[in-house]
T-cell receptor
Framework: AQSVTQLGSHVSVSEGALVLLRCNYSSSVPPYLFWYVQYPNQGLQLLLKYTTGATLVKGINGFEAEFKKSETSFHLTKPSAHMSDAAEYFCAVRDNTDKLIFGTGTRLQVFP | DAGVIQSPRHEVTEMGQEVTLRCKPISGHDYLFWYRQTMMRGLELLIYFNNNVPIDDSGMPEDRFSAKMPNASFSTLKIQPSEPRDSAVYFC????????????FGSGTRLTVV
């Protein structure tokens, strides 16, 4: 069965610091992996996705993620955090019925 | 495209009343999902439809919850009777299920049952 584990329910960084949000997956089919962001009082918005091809994928707002099959990971990074990045981030993997399985989310706080 | 449209954005109702949440998916999307989000339980998939047909309703918490999709452009989630523990944000999402498309979410309906 497919599953996603997000390490750390809360991550705090200073403005300008590196953002690293961790996601590990389990999948019995070639994984399609996604990161979503949820700003307060809004729905989830697709940040980026990996389906096939290049393992380093770039998304909106300067975020990127690298698919590492050997580590079953798909960590999300951003070189320099901005106050506007404060939000909740969800990792997701496609399951074998093509539904998305979401992780429990990581809340990112950015301090000035 | 206006995206996935949900109404109302906020709903406050008294315990025991019927509540109906509405969703208009993106045109051409053949999958529609209803999710519930709470602090305690996170994001839960309640039910999903493919081509207007319910495929999996195993996430529907109890018989008080029902969902319909009478046509490709409209779906409802009904709670009758509502209870305080139903208070949550309810999201609708739609997708085409090929090529790793992902889901497009609506802005949600914040339901408060008092």
């Amino acid at each position: 069965a497919q599953s996603v584990t997000q390490l750390g329910s809360h991550v705090s960084v200073s403005e300008g610091a590196l953002v690293l949000l961790r996601c590990n997956y389990s999948s019995s089919v070639p994984p399609y992996l996604f990161w979503y962001v949820q700003y307060p009082n809004q729905g989830l918005q697709l940040l980026l996705k990996y389906t096939t091809g290049a393992t380093l994928v770039k998304g909106i707002n300067g975020f990127e993620a690298e698919f590492k099959k050997s580590e079953t990971s798909f960590h999300l990074t951003k070189p320099s955090a901005h106050m506007s990045d404060a939000a909740e981030y969800f990792c997701a993997v496609r399951d074998n019925t093509d539904k998305l399985i979401f992780g429990t989310g990581t809340r990112l706080q950015v301090f000035p | 495209d206006a995206g996935v449209i949900q109404s109302p954005r906020h709903e406050v109702t008294e315990m025991g009343q019927e509540v109906t949440l509405r969703c208009k998916p993106i045109s051409g999307h053949d999958y529609l999902f209803w999710y519930r989000q709470t602090m305690m339980r996170g994001l839960e998939l309640l039910i999903y439809f493919n081509n207007n047909v319910p495929i999996d309703d195993s996430g529907m918490p109890e018989d008080r919850f029902s969902a319909k999709m009478p046509n490709a452009s409209f779906s409802t989630l009904k709670i009758q009777p509502s209870e305080p523990r139903d208070s949550a944000v309810y999201f609708c999402a739609s997708s085409i299920m090929t090529g790793g498309y992902g889901y497009t979410f609506g802005s949600g309906t914040r339901l408060t049952v008092v």
